[in-house]
């Protein structure tokens, strides 16, 4: 089946700095998803993406939709102690009904 | 913006019994929710769609048999986790979507710890 493949796994951070984290997929998904997780809570989204090469920014978080479809990522910048979580890429598969496959993950840690 | 309630957020149950989860939009209709099963430091695993008026579809590996789904009304969807068993505790979650244009909304999830 379709998989995505995030990176990385985890990250600690000084407060300040950017962060940057990316998917992977071997298939192509027609919109791509950032969430972010805080303990014990459902994951809140944070950007969607729908058209390949697409850069959509909030706040201090861009992410892109990569040309090939198969591939995005998502900068932090200027971290603060409350970017801390754990954040998720989601791809959308709309064929055969709206499918969203997760990323494993990845966990930020910012040290203040 | 759209709201999913998730009911409850904790539940504790003993072996052999059957637990009920709620899902529901609290402002907008959804014909389609979804639920996702999260494991310790694990990602979100679609467990099954839940279709209003119709029998869900469950993911491969996922037992329709024990987890009973309902999407009785355009604004609730019920997980029943039936005869409970240890390693069906877990993170729970569902999501729905108002406007596909938006993404999905997410409940708070339901810990469910099986003893």
């Known amino acids: 089946g379709q998989q995505l493949n995030q990176s990385p796994q985890s990250m600690f951070i000084q407060e300040g700095e950017d962060v940057s984290m990316n998917c992977t997929s071997s298939s192509i998904f027609n919109t791509w998803l950032w969430y972010k997780q805080d303990p014990g809570e459902g994951p809140v989204l944070l950007i969607a993406?729908?058209?390949?090469?697409e850069l959509t920014s909030n706040g201090r978080l861009t992410a892109q939709f990569g040309i090939t479809r198969k591939d995005s990522f998502l900068n932090i910048s200027a971290s603060i102690p409350s970017d801390v979580g754990i954040y998720f890429c989601a791809g959308e598969d709309n064929t055969g009904g709206f499918k969203t496959i997760f990323g494993a993950g990845t966990r930020l840690f910012v040290k203040a | 913006g759209a709201v999913v309630s998730q009911h409850p957020s904790r539940v504790i149950c003993k072996s052999g019994t059957s637990v009920k989860i709620e899902c529901r939009s609290l402002?907008?209709?959804?014909?389609?929710m979804f639920w996702y099963r999260q494991f310790p430091k694990q990602s979100l695993m679609l467990m099954a769609t839940s279709n209003e008026g119709s029998k869900a579809t469950y993911e491969q590996g996922v037992e329709k048999d024990k987890f009973l789904i309902n999407h009785a009304s355009l604004t609730l969807s019920t997980l029943t986790v039936t005869s409970a068993h240890p390693e069906d505790s877990s993170f729970y979650i569902c999501?729905?979507?108002?406007?596909?244009?938006?993404?999905?909304?997410f409940g708070s999830g339901t810990r469910l710890t099986v003893v």
């Open positions: 402002d907008f209709q959804a014909t389609t």
């Open positions: 999501s729905a979507s108002e406007n596909r244009d938006y993404g999905y909304t």
């Open positions: 993406l729908y058209k390949a090469g």
